[in-house]
């Protein structure tokens, strides 16, 4: 699961079903969760003597806070989309028609972006949860400096001041 958290490149996950106990920590790992209206989420570790194993006790707090990632750790119920929908788990629940076009329209969109800028937005989204605010806020400083060296940077705002689509190269 750490392993697709630190892609540099965003994971996007659809849900179309059960995502439960490891499914569900493996939709954690991702950047973002769209569901299905048939999706089911819970982390059920409890009724087996369990505890989450794969980082379901640290993600989950980040996402939806600490109340909520309480209840549906300590309690092992199952969760409609709708309710993950309601604490910020997922961004949208979708018809189970729809769900895969719309993950690959928001797919083809992050990816029409800059991908150094991408890259680096979700670095400091993933690593700034991790420390204190004043160093996330270093951080952020830090890299956001860095980007101004690019190639990217420059198309960007060159394309924003022509008023035209921008040209990225990852450069």
Not at 41 to 49: I, S
Not at 62 to 90: D, H, P, T
Not at 135 to 151: G, K, M, P, Y
Request: with cysteine.
């Amino acid at each position: 699961m750490s392993h697709i958290e630190a892609m540099a490149q965003p994971v996007i996950a659809a849900v179309n079903g059960f995502a439960l106990g490891g499914g569900c920590e493996l939709a954690l790992a991702c950047d973002l969760i769209y569901a299905s209206e048939k999706a089911r989420f819970g982390q059920p570790e409890v009724n087996l003597g369990l505890m989450p194993g794969f980082g379901g006790a640290v993600r989950l707090p980040r996402k939806v806070g600490a109340g909520a990632a309480s209840e549906w750790i300590l309690s092992g119920e199952m969760y409609s989309a709708q309710r993950a929908l309601e604490i910020g788990l997922v961004q949208a629940v979708l018809a189970p028609e729809e769900l895969l076009p719309h993950c690959l329209k928001m797919a083809k969109a992050i990816a029409s972006r800059a991908p150094k800028a991408v890259a680096a937005s979700k670095r400091l989204l993933t690593e700034g949860m991790g420390i204190l605010a004043a160093a996330a806020a270093s951080l952020e400083r830090q890299v956001f400096s860095e980007l101004f060296d690019t190639e990217d940077m420059r198309e960007g705002t060159t394309a924003f001041v022509e008023k035209r689509a921008p040209q990225f190269k990852g450069a």
